[in-house]
């Protein structure tokens, strides 16, 4: 039961996704509701970013206590089954304590909990790191992703209000004998900080176009390296949950990868940038309209501030 140092899985218990949710603030910003105020328009920020629409409100904890409920009741457990909880959040509800705290009482949780922090890439981290906890002799991990990026978004800078917002999503892993997790690999470069940040009390400053390229190749590294280790090629991902950035970000990897679009689970026309709670909201997506099924190969990917990036391969195994 062990992974060597490059992420390569070679195990006696393994995982697999047993249940989904997701969860979503009610008040939807339109982009029009951008034209009054900035410099922009729907035309531009459709054209460039592929988003329509995003919703802001809640509060990370309360997003993440939302999904994860869902997540738990999909699953078929009870609150006292989960073994561990691990929330991939970059906006935490209060510096101290960490938010998984709140989130663990809220759920009537009795384990473990704490808070994880690899920017937009934090999901696949988590979803790693439960696997890894499960493979020490866990039998149900609940990993959440929320975010609540709205609360640090300039709304006077046109180039990154248009883009972050607010949202949540949740998956149990569950012990297995048949192993679904079949390679992951976690990357940062922290020499790339100054393209990404938020100060303490600051807002997010970026910059763009940096980020954008840095972001296609990190995707298609990690990707090829996750797929490497599960011993499968693009060819046998039936689908890919990209981190829900900019639709451009996402088609310039799938070519490269040469995955088609039509294998991609796409939520950011209505969700815009979630950070944590994108993959996960787009898994649930899928999920959600039976667009996976036992044995498809899912490819998770991201990417974000510090810069991070974190791939995963896992088998559909409900
Ligand atoms: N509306 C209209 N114009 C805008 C705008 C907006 N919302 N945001 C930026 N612009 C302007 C810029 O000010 C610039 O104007 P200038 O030429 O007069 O200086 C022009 O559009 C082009 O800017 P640029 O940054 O080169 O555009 P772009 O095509 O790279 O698109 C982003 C900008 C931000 C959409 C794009 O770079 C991007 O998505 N980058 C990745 C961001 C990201 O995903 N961050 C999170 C990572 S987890």
New binding site residues.
């Given amino acids: 039961m062990a992974t060597n140092e490059t992420g390569k899985l070679k195990l006696m218990q393994g995982s697999r996704i047993i249940g989904w949710g997701a969860a979503l603030p009610d008040k939807v910003i339109t982009n029009q509701d ?1 034209e009054g105020r ?4 729907d035309a ?2 459709t054209e ?2 592929g988003i329509k629409e995003r919703r802001y409100g809640g509060t990370t904890s309360s997003l993440a206590v939302e999904a994860a409920q869902k997540a738990i009741a999909s699953a078929g457990l009870a609150p006292e089954d989960i073994g561990m909880l691990i929330l991939s959040t970059t906006t935490p509800d209060k510096t101290v304590p960490a938010t998984s705290s709140t989130v663990q009482a809220e759920l009537g949780l009795s384990c473990g909990a704490f808070d994880l922090n690899a ?2 890439a934090g999901f696949v981290y988590a979803l790693v790191v439960g696997h890894n906890m499960i493979q020490s002799g866990l039998k149900n991990v609940l990993v959440i992703g929320s975010d609540t990026l709205s609360r640090i978004t300039d709304q006077e800078d ?7 917002a607010d949202g949540a999503g949740a998956v149990v892993l569950q012990a297995s004998e048949d192993n679904a997790v079949l390679g992951w690999d976690l990357g940062v470069d922290g020499s790339l900080v100054p393209i ?1 940040y938020c100060e303490h009390g600051g807002y997010m400053r ?1 910059e ?2 940096e ?2 390229k840095r ?1 296609v190749l990190a995707m298609v590294d990690s990707a090829h390296l996750a797929l490497g280790r599960a011993g499968l090629t693009p060819d046998d991902i039936a689908l890919v949950v990209p ?1 829900q ?2 639709i ?2 996402i088609e310039a990897a799938n070519r490269r990868l040469g995955i088609p679009m039509e294998r991609t689970s796409i939520v950011l026309d209505t969700t815009g ?1 979630t ?1 944590s709670g994108s993959i996960p909201l787009a898994l649930a997506a899928a999920a959600d309209k039976g667009a996976l099924h036992p044995g498809d190969n899912v490819l998770f990917c991201g ?3 510090g810069m991070t990036w974190a791939s995963a391969v896992v088998r559909w195994d409900i």
């Avoid at 900035?38 to 328009?41: P, S």
């Avoid at 046109?158 to 972050?164: D, G, I, Y």
């Fill in positions: 951008f900035l410099e922009t328009n531009w920020i460039r970013t920017a937009c046109r180039a990154t209000a248009v883009l972050f990404l970026m763009g176009r980020v954008f972001a981190h950035a900019n451009r970000i940038n950070s990417f974000g501030a």
